[in-house]
């Protein structure tokens, strides 16, 4: 006589079986790169399904602009102009500023000012798990982004690289609870860690002292240190610090500058330190090097004059005398 229960035991094998294979394969995708290439390839066949889900924006997009009506393209129109001469003004301001911070450094026997590199990417698609906090942009290898890179967009820091393929990146945001960030109040320079917290609203600083002089409202900024993100980019505004007698550190909680959840555009930063130039960030940055230029010639011009206008002024002196 046959046994009764032979296909519920190799059914329950089988499950038993491919319950392992699974857990191997999520272990060896963690802690070996032996699958990188294959999880590579596959997020390259995900490309096109991410661009044909952003197919409804761009006929959203395109259906209104080629429906608005000539009267709110004219106000429209002069509500550009009117904007461009704002920023205008405040390029000249900031050409001067530059300017005297140029004068300052040769003064000081510093190096010369550095511009940073920067490349524009479009959003494509963020990641669907709530409990990972990555997105998706249309730049990868080609354009030459690379592992690492520090991606920004228009008010603060957002992210790192942390995957490339040949035509797209992923991007993790400084909230994702596995970030971290060296930062430091630009009020005084104090030092602290700013970790992600999975809530794309705040930040949470690691180990500050009790007595640290952090207050509300203090802007913190990249220390550059670890050399993965450049100096000085905004990353949060501390909102909350919590100070408990009881306790050797506060509590300090931080919104992020950087619009994580509504940007979908982002600037990726070249390190000039370590990255060759190349002819995509050649042409990227030619207008940051027309700048420099300019304002390195109006700088010496300007320390021409000085030196001038001193010379005029001790000969006059040394006549009167």
């Excluded at 709530?130 to 982004?145: A, C, F, K, Y």
Aim: net charge positive.
């Amino acid at each position: 006589m046959k046994p009764l229960f032979t296909n519920s035991t190799s059914l329950s094998t089988r499950v038993i079986l491919l319950i392992a294979v699974t857990v191997a394969l999520i272990l060896v995708g963690i802690y070996t790169p032996w699958l990188k290439p294959v999880r590579q390839q596959l997020n390259f066949l995900a490309v096109p399904f991410y661009q044909l889900t952003d197919i409804p924006r761009r006929v959203g997009d395109w259906a209104s602009g080629s429906l608005a009506s000539e009267k709110d393209l004219r106000a429209e129109n002069d509500r550009l102009k009117t904007e461009v001469l704002i920023y205008q003004r405040k390029q000249q301001q900031m050409a001067a500023l530059a300017a005297e911070n140029v004068r300052l450094r040769q003064l000081l026997n510093g190096k010369d000012m550095l511009q940073d590199k920067v490349l524009i990417a479009e959003l494509m698609g963020v990641s669907p798990n709530p409990l990972s906090h990555v997105i998706m942009i249309n730049r990868g290898t080609r354009e030459g982004v690379y592992e690492g890179q520090p991606v920004l967009d228009a008010f603060g820091l957002m992210g790192q690289v942390v995957e490339v393929d040949e035509d797209s990146a992923r991007v993790l945001l400084i909230s994702d609870s596995t970030h971290a960030i060296p930062v430091q109040v630009n009020r005084n320079g104090v030092r602290a860690i700013a970790e992600g917290t999975g809530d794309l609203n705040r930040l949470s600083l690691r180990h500050v002292s009790i007595n640290a002089d952090i207050r509300e409202g203090d802007i913190l900024v990249s220390s550059g240190l670890g050399e993965r993100f450049p100096v000085g980019y905004p990353v949060a505004e501390v909102e909350q610090v919590v100070r408990n007698s009881g306790q050797a550190f506060a509590r300090v909680i931080a919104r992020p500058m950087a619009r994580l959840d509504r940007s979908r555009h982002v600037l990726l930063v070249f390190d000039t330190h370590t990255q060759p130039d190349s002819s995509v960030t050649a042409s990227v940055s030619s207008s940051s090097s027309i700048a420099s230029s300019a304002v390195s010639s109006a700088a010496s011009s300007s320390a021409a004059s000085s030196v001038q206008s001193s010379t005029k002024k001790s000969a006059s002196s040394a006549g009167r005398r």
